[in-house]
């Protein structure tokens, strides 16, 4: 139980182009979701907190109009990276809260903005 | 501000033998959740084990187990008979009692010699 899938596993986008990633929970609802980045050899930085219905929270630092977040369903978050550059190349992560507050992890997503 | 800090960046253990893996955090709270990820080269990331900061008694998971010193702020991770598998990045994490995010630390990569 408690698997996150995650769509797609790599993308490559040209530069000025948004792209899109989803987040689902397969096995069970999530009314949280959260989206990481990390970079190479580096750490998980979270970006945003989602939750079903309602505007994601951005972490400090974290542009809310580049990174749209949307959490549709208690299956379901997007993370659409907008005008994409090439420094928003990165690894982006997200993970899908259980009860009583444990996260498991999606398999990630390998962004390349050429 | 809570942080968790993985001081080793890497560590070498021979295969069949005993690791261990360091991490301290600093937190004002009395009650909040500890775990050890473990990130393989497939990028997803495993719960290896998880200890509620309210229990003594450390928590082990097979030939995983910790050394939680509440006093000291310490949550080390011992992997004993340490297998090929085993290598990866392993990712100490802190968790608020009523928050759902995660802080992460650095993370430290284990590598396993045959």
């Known amino acids: 139980g408690a698997v996150v899938s995650q769509h797609p596993s790599r993308v490559i986008c040209k530069s000025g182009t948004s792209v899109k990633i989803e987040c689902r929970s397969l096995?069970?609802?999530?009314?949280?979701m959260f989206w990481y980045r990390q970079f190479p050899k580096k750490s998980l930085m979270l970006m945003a907190t989602?939750?079903?219905?309602?505007?994601?929270?951005?972490e400090q630092g974290v542009e809310k109009d580049k990174f749209l977040i949307n959490h549709a369903s208690l299956t379901l978050s997007t993370l659409t990276v907008t005008s994409a550059h090439p420094e928003d190349s990165s690894f982006y992560i997200c993970?899908?809260?259980?009860?009583?507050?444990?996260?498991?992890f999606g398999p990630g997503t390998r962004l390349t903005v050429t | 501000a809570q942080t968790v800090t993985q001081s080793q960046p890497e560590m070498s253990v021979q295969e069949a033998e005993t690791v261990t893996l360091s991490c301290t955090y600093d937190?004002?709270?009395?009650?909040?959740?500890l775990f050890w990820y473990k990130q393989p080269p497939s990028r997803q990331m495993i719960l290896v084990i998880r200890?509620?900061?309210?229990?003594?008694q450390n928590a082990t998971e097979n030939r995983f187990s910790v050394n939680f010193q509440k006093a000291a702020k310490s949550f080390s991770l011992k992997i004993s008979d340490s297998q090929l598998g085993d290598a990866a990045m392993y990712f100490c994490?802190?968790?608020?009692?009523?928050?759902?995010?995660?802080?992460f630390g650095t993370g430290t990569r284990l590598k396993v010699l045959a």
């Open positions: 989602s939750n079903e219905g309602s505007k994601a929270t951005y």
């Open positions: 096995d069970f609802q999530a009314t949280t």
């Open positions: 937190t004002s709270e009395s009650d909040y959740y």
């Open positions: 200890q509620e900061a309210y229990k003594q």
């Open positions: 994490a802190y968790r608020g009692s009523g928050t759902y995010k995660y802080i």
């Open positions: 993970s899908a809260r259980t009860e009583p507050y444990e996260q498991y």
